[in-house]
């Protein structure tokens, strides 16, 4: 079992992180960590979807946000809180509103509250995602399940709840996440530092833009552009 420090409980275990981004120093309460049962994880990716999506609607009334890691680790997460949870919903109705202009979808586009099982196993949560209608497998819609596929296009906004350096590289890992399971195009948008990551398929790394005005959808959202500064950026 992962465990996480407690304020004031020098003597509780942490587990240390992978980027040099962080260190125990900045590590807060949030995303804790809690082991799927080792049968349920024995048992493959299904049964831990099952496991996850009993686990989830039995806490249906919780503020918080759970996700599900490929290596069968249950991460609860801090809600949005303002002014992000406004900004996410500036950016989701841009998306929509290109994703729609023409008259009829292009794809379909989800907020902070689509689910997306990767095809390592992980289960996340992107603060908005956008898929190609020729792109998406059938899957039974008739119960509650993760989306079976890694959308093209992701995006996570850092709130003003995930300060910490350690927050920072949290997201760090989870845009790799969705470029190594098949996004093609990915952006970080960081309105505590004013700046965005540019996540392309087949980069090596991202490309790094301090204070943009607008971001372009490039060839993965054709005539897609948001301003970020206005939206989201100078946003209050």
Do not use: H
């Not at 020098?10 to 125990?24: C, M, N, R």
């Not at 689509?114 to 190609?132: H, K, N, Q």
């Not at 490309?207 to 209050?236: A, H």
Request: net charge negative; aromatic share 8%.
């Amino acid at each position: 079992m992962t465990t996480t420090a407690l304020p004031n409980a020098p003597d509780a275990a942490v587990e240390e992180s992978a980027s040099p981004i962080s260190t125990v120093d900045d590590i807060g309460l949030f995303p804790i960590k809690l082991r799927l049962p080792e049968a349920v994880i024995a048992a493959g990716p299904d049964a831990c979807e099952r496991w996850f999506v009993d686990l989830t609607l039995a806490n249906a009334d919780a503020i918080w946000q759970m996700e599900l890691t490929r290596s069968g680790e249950l991460e609860v997460r801090m809600p949005p809180f303002a002014p992000t949870d406004n900004q996410e919903v500036k950016f989701i109705v841009s998306l929509e509103n290109w994703n729609t202009a023409g008259g009829a979808e292009l794809g379909k586009a989800t907020g902070s509250s689509g689910a997306y099982r990767l095809p390592s196993g992980a289960i996340r949560y992107p603060d908005a995602a956008w898929t190609p209608l020729e792109k998406i497998p059938s899957f039974p819609t008739d119960t509650p399940t993760a989306r079976p596929y890694c959308p093209d296009f992701v995006v996570e906004i850092r709130s003003a709840s995930q300060s910490r350096p350690s927050d920072l590289a949290d997201l760090l890992g989870k845009m790799q996440e969705y470029m190594d399971n098949g996004a093609l195009l990915g952006w970080l948008i960081d309105p505590i530092e004013r700046t965005v990551r540019i996540y392309r398929a087949g980069a090596t790394e991202p490309e790094l833009l301090n204070d943009p005005e607008t971001l372009d959808g490039e060839d993965v959202l054709s005539g897609f552009t948001f301003g970020v500064r206005q939206l989201i950026f100078d946003l209050t």
